[in-house]
Nanobody, 124 residues
């Protein structure tokens, strides 16, 4: 059974930083691309960042480029999202997701496994 468990969310002031982690189990982590998505109240879930199986390819939505960094540690079966210079508009529940193939893609439908999410709140 594939499991994804996010951690690291919390309340932070604008301009601050957080690092999200997503620990996975139940499959060979290093074979598959991973992604981070977020959903704010009343809004649809949206793509944030993705990383290929090897970590060589990363994708970001425009609004987080230069502020967020996705990375992975295949030895620890964990993917990370380092978030710097946080803004109130980054407030959302952040979800980790896994594909069943090795290339990074930005579309929700490309991901088959999802975590339960972790809340990130940025105060102004």
């Amino acid at each position: 059974q594939v499991q994804l468990v996010e951690s690291g969310g919390g309340l932070v002031q604008a301009g601050g930083s957080l690092r999200l982690s997503c620990a996975t189990s139940g499959r060979t982590f290093s074979n598959y691309a991973m992604g981070w998505f977020r959903q704010a109240p009343g809004k649809e879930r949206e793509f944030v960042a993705a990383v290929s199986w090897s970590g060589a390819v990363t994708l970001y939505r425009d609004s987080v480029k230069g502020r967020f960094t996705i990375s992975r540690d295949n030895a620890k079966n964990t993917v990370y999202l380092q978030m710097n210079s946080l803004k109130p508009e980054d407030t959302a529940v952040y979800y980790c997701a896994s594909r069943t193939s090795n290339g990074a893609v930005p579309n929700i439908s490309g991901y088959q496994y999802w975590g339960q999410g972790t809340q990130v709140t940025v105060s102004s």
